[in-house]
Each structure stands twice: as C-alpha cells, then as structure tokens.
C-alpha cells in the first residue's frame, strides 16, 4: 500500500521541516485537511506536529491550523515569514495570513470571499483585487475556484479535499499515497467523491 | 504503535493507560475534549458534572473510595473548584488522584488569562507540565505514580498550545488497576480543626520531600550545550526555546510546583547568561530570583498573551527576525450563526432598551455591535446575582430596565444558587434563560437538562420550570425565540412585574437541528433598504453597495428577519 509513500518519503528528506498553513474561516472544514496531511507524514515516518484552534473562533471567525513534520519538530507553531505552502479557505484569508509566507514559499487560495461581520454591517469594505494583492505579497501563487469544482462535482463540503489535491501536486508526489490518505480520514459514504475531488485538485 | 493526538487526547489515552476508574469535567476550552475521548472507554466511567467543584468532589470521592480518578477543567473552572482543592491537599488521597486544568495565555476562548501554577503554590499541590502530546500521556501516568507515592491531589497543567495541537504518542497497554481497600480514618478523611491542624503539618512534610525529591525527578532535565546562555524553562515554551535557540542550554522543568532548587543552582552556576521564558507570570522566575540568583529576563517578557519563537529569539538575541508586516484587512470576529435562537431575543433586548448582566457561552457574543444586547459578562453564573445586586442598589424601578440573560448549561452550572438568592432576598428581577438544549461554545456537550449522558445514554431530564417553580419563582414563560411578537409581548410584560420572573426562550442550537427549513430571499422590488434586517448581524443576509441579499446556502430558514421587516420583503423561497 505504501510503495508510493516510499518514493514520497525520498523527496521529503531534502527537507528540513516543512511547514503548511491552513487559513480559512470557521466551519470550512480546515481541520480535516490538516489531519490527512499530518497522518500521511507520520506513516511515512516522519515527527508531526500540528496546532489547532476550538472554541470561540469556530463560530466564523478567522481560522488557522499550522502543521510541521520533518525529522525533528520542536514548536507545534509556524512562525511568520516560515511557511513553504499556505493553503487558504478564502481569499480574504489569504491576505490576512500572507505574512506567514516565506520568501520562496507558495499560496494556494480558494477564490471564494466569505464577508466578514464588518464587511456584513457595511462598516469595512471588502479589499478590492485580493489575489492580485496576494501575488504581490508571495514567491507563488496559485489562484482556484475549488467550491466550483466542488459544486460541480455535487457537494459544497469536499471543496477541502479540493484543495489537498492541489497541495498534492504542489508537493510534486503520485497520488496515491494521498489517495489512500483520504480514503482513510473522511466519512466512508463520501470517499468516492472525496477521490474524484482529490484528482480534480490535482490536475488543476 | 504510533499515533497522533491532540494534547488532550493523549491525557486520556494516558488516564486509560493509568487504569482510571472515573472521569469528570464540565466543558471548557480548550479542555473539552479530554474527557469526550476517557468517555469512549466503556470500562470507564465519565461523566459531565453540572460544575468543576462537584466533578472534583466526585473525583475525591473516587479516589478516597479506592479508584484511580482524574477530573479535567479549563482555568477558570478551577476556581469554582476551589473549595475543595484547597481541603483534599490536607486529607490527602487513597488511590492516585489527577487534576487536568488548561490555561488559555492569549484568551483565545477566554475571559481571562489566570496562572493555574499559583493554585499549586497556594494549596500545597504539586503541578506537572508536559511540553506536547506524548508528556502529557505520561505525565499523567506519571501523576498518578506520585499522588499515590505522596498521598496528594497532582495538578497537570496544560495550555491551549498544549491542548490544542497534535503530536505522535506511542501507545502502550493499560496497566490494569485493582480498587485500594477503603479504611475509615477520620483523622484523615474528616477535616475538623483538630484533624486539620494534625494533617498541615503533614502537608508541610510531603512538600518539604516533593521538593527534595524533585532534583532527582527524571522530568526535571539539563541539556547541556553552549554555556553562554542558560535557559529555564517549562511548558509549550520549552519547544519555542528547542526551535529558534538550539545551542542553547536548558534546564527544564516537567514540575514545576515544589521547585528543585539544588538543580536550579547547579545549572545557574555552570551558565554564563541564565534566563527564564515562561508565559504570564514569572512564578518560577520570582523562585529563582528569590534563591538570590541574577537572571537577564527581569522584565524581559509581558505578563500578557502567549509567547512565540520569534519573541523570544528576538529578547535573548537582541536581533530581530527579517518578518513580514501584516496586510491590513477588515477583522473577522466569530458571530452568531444562522438561525440562532439568541439572535431574535437580542435584536428585541436592543429595541426595547433594556440591559442585561450576560453570561458565559455563545450568547456572549450578543455584546457585540451591532445587536448590543448585553452590557456584562464576568463568570459562569454572575448575571443572575448581578441583576439582583443592581436591583439592591438602583431600586426596584430602575431594575426594569434590566434583566439577566444566561444560557441552560450555565444555568444549572451555577445559576440556581442565584436565582434562589433573588426569591429569599425579595428581589424582582427577570432572568431570561436561553435554552438551546446543548452547550454550544464548547462544541455541543450534553447536561443534566438534555436527556442524555456523556456517553449517549438516556438519563433523566432535569425539568427547568419545575426546578425554577420549586425555587419560588410564579411568573415562568416558556417561549419560541423565533416567535419574534411574543418575544417582544413577553419580555415587556415580565420586566414591569414586581415580583421575580424567569423567562425560558428553548430552542435547540441551530447547529444541533439537521434539517434545514427553506431558505428565505429578499423581494428587492419591495426593499426600502432600512437595514433594519442588517441589525440582526445574520451571517446570510449581506448588503453590497444598496443591495440587500441573503445566501441561500447560509439561511438555515428560521425566519426572524421575514419578521423584522416592516415591508414584507423578505419571504420564504418556495420549491
């Protein structure tokens, strides 16, 4: 089952730790794609490390979750200007986590925009040109419609593994090890759909 | 085996491995799901206690009665579980006793940022702190090994970074515990000032040998490397200080209640530079500096919010990491949800002008602009006595205009004392319980009004009217918070009372209720754009340049903003 990982394993020691961030906001489903990608890492036999947020930000506010794995992981946190990969739910995320970003690292965003309470309240304005500012504050960027492709392909909540599947490619891996990842971690009546969504990320 | 877990998921991996025989906690972040995992054991007993002081009382009962126990709050849960902690570290235990408190430092879910490491230092309990997932399993192990060892309570402290992020434990077998045989001894069970004077001095004994033995403890460790810098330190700061200061040397603490003092001079003295990183306050940099030993992070660090490994890097280097700035972008504070049975009770406090002493929970955030609808918070349970003392010092005819707002879990958590308090002292007041037959801010745990136990079993259902009634209250409504008219007829009628009135708005959670009822859309032929629907702060409904839309992936179909339109523009999409 894990031939693939091997290979994957081999691309993965040239690295110290690799660090992922994933912003997005409550309720998106951010946590589960940090959990595929945390176990995936350990089976491969590497130290994880991940950090989540509960509680109070859950209920849509701004969200995060950091994972790190490589031979040795100290803090569970990613600091700013050290992430290799942000993974951001939404664009306005994006921009707000930018910083994270290290000088070669790379942004993958959903080009959902979620208005926050004080955009809803016409208080702020929502930022105009978001992934334009995105690009400007990042090495790369990669830009996707994932709830579109999720929609699409028939449920709003796989827009997560969506996005796993560009990380994925990203990651310049086989898709397998990933695959049997994803089999592994979401609800066992979605996993076809889940694999589907998974391969569209991947050949975006 | 190996596995991933959170922080808490490894304290009751380590619990079960300890052969614990009961667990209990009420809810709170970033506690919760300690005991949500022991709950999965069938060979354990869990359950959610109505408070910490009687899941701590139960625990003691546990543990004098001969069964491993271990009881898990968040901080300030450890106050309302004072009163006995202070008692048990006399009595001592029988079979090991562990208590789990998580700090919050940063009050990511908080109301604020209290040190649990003085409680250990007040009431003479030593205090473990593990670093990440596999420390916490075994110190909690290891907790149960010296509370049996020294015949005391242990408190494992934890904080959110601990809590809340996953790290590889090995999994072992359980250990397999048998009951401790009970023997009565009042001398050591009855705490009456004669047996009580009698166990102080027992208590000063097993301290005085904590703190000898700590020097020789395995998890009290030096990891010697440059000696130009010296590094005490505990905790999820231990793991920053190993990231940004690797060449550092280290003296960290596992316990950090009693303090190992010969160790302590020992790594001071072979360090050129000694400093402490600890978050909030310096409770083991006041120790040390009270051995008469200089240290360079006098003031170095806030007392307040976490630490970061740039934080740190850039007070003991004195170099500032190459950071980005961050974009400045528009906050996104956490609301209410869609088809929130508070949103309707807010939105009529507001136009009637009242105010309201609030609570803890999710209707907490009703405070915020622009439903407004409470002016306190403080502590689970405090608005009830709150209004009540507002009613003592304003007068009765100013208390009109006030009610107290609290949630059904805080309710029977530590708002019934309250409310008996109100009836005995002749108060008028009216409390105004938000039902929503969960504990929602916490993730959805279940309580002696819901029908079930931690474990998904029927149990009795603790009837709120009856209780309320039985306390003396003879004004109760129960009312549909979605039935915005009587929410509004109701809450008039009951503030003007001059008698005691308890209002009850039920209605489940709306993350609770899985079918949705269709969803609504705004008519913008009828729209006159008075915003009055933007007043209810409904993540759906979204204003862009003059139009005013609501997303019909979002509306959960509760209708209260169909309600407030005085144009009938708003209107339930048919198929």
Known sequence: MYVDLMQLKGWLIKMATTNILIVG?????????????????????????????????????????????????????????????????????????????????????????????????????????????????????????ALKIARNLGNDRVLNTVLLGVLAKQLEMPVEGWLDAVEENVPPKTIAINKRAFKEGYNQ | ????????????????????????????????????????????YAEWSPNEKVALEVAIGSAIGGGRAIVSMKHVGLNVAADPLFTVAYTGINAGLVIVVADDPGMHSSQNEQNTRYYGKAANIPILEPSDSQEAKDFVILAFDISEEYDTPVIIRMTTRVSHSQSIVEICKPQGQKLKEYKK????????????????IIVEDRMNRLADDSNNMSINEVETNDRSVGIITSGISYQYVKEVLPNASILKLGMVYPFPDRLIREFASTVDRLYVVEELEPFIEEHVKSMGIETASDNLFSIQGELSGNTIYSKITGKQPNVKSAANVPGRPPVLCPGCPHRGVYYMIKKLRLHAAGDIGCYTLGALPPLEGIDTCICMGA???????????????????WIGVIGDSTFIHSGITGLIDIVYNKGI???????????????????????????????????????????????????????????????????????????????????????????????????????????????????????????????????????????????????
């Open chain 1, 25 to 145: 906001v409550g309720g998106q489903g951010t946590l589960l794609t940090s959990r595929i990608i945390g176990n995936l890492a350990m089976d491969l036999g590497y130290d994880v490390k991940m950090s989540e947020v509960h509680g109070m930000s859950q209920r849509g506010g701004s969200v995060v979750t950091h994972v790190k794995f490589g031979d040795k992981v100290f803090s569970p946190l990613i600091e700013i200007g050290t992430a290799d990969i942000i993974i951001a739910f939404e664009q306005l995320e994006a921009l707000r986590w930018s910083h994270y970003l290290s000088d070669t690292g790379t942004i993958i965003v959903n080009e959902q925009k979620i208005a926050p309470l004080p955009v809803i309240l016409g208080n702020e304005q929502y930022p105009t040109d978001v992934i334009d500012k995105v690009k400007d504050r990042s090495f790369k960027c990669i830009a996707i419609d």
């Open chain 2, 1 to 44: 085996m190996k596995e991933l877990l959170l922080g808490n998921e490894a304290i009751a991996r380590g619990a079960y491995e300890a052969g614990v025989k009961v667990a209990t906690a009420y809810p709170g972040t970033p506690s919760t799901e300690i005991t949500e995992c022991i709950a999965k054991h069938d060979d354990i």
């Open chain 2, 185 to 200: 001894d009042i001398s050591k069970y009855v705490m009456m000032p004669a047996m009580a004077k009698a166990r102080h």
């Open chain 2, 383 to 401: 608005s009830i006595g709150m209004v009540h003392g507002i009613e003592k010092a304003r007068g009765r005819d100013d208390t009109k205009s």
């Open chain 2, 429 to 575: 007041s009216t409390v105004a319980i938000l039902d929503n037959s969960t504990t929602g801010m916490t993730g959805h745990q279940d309580h002696p009004a819901t029908g079930k136990t931690i474990k998904g079993e029927p149990a009795p259902v603790l009837n709120l009217v009856e209780l309320i009634s039985a306390i003396g209250i003879e004004h109760i409504e129960v009312v549909d918070p979605y039935d915005i008219t009587k929410v509004e007829t109701v809450l008039k009628k009951e503030v003007e009372r001059d008698e005691p009135s308890v209002i009850i708005f039920s209605r489940p959670c709306a993350l609770l209720t899985k079918e949705k009822s269709r969803p609504f859309a705004v008519d913008k032929s009828k729209c006159r754009h008075c915003n009055m629907c933007m007043d209810l702060a409904c993540p759906a409904i979204t204003r862009d340049e003059n139009t005013i839309s609501i997303d019909k992936t979002l509306c959960n179909g509760c209708g209260v903003c169909a309600d407030v339109c005085r144009f009938n523009a708003i209107e339930r999409l048919v198929d």
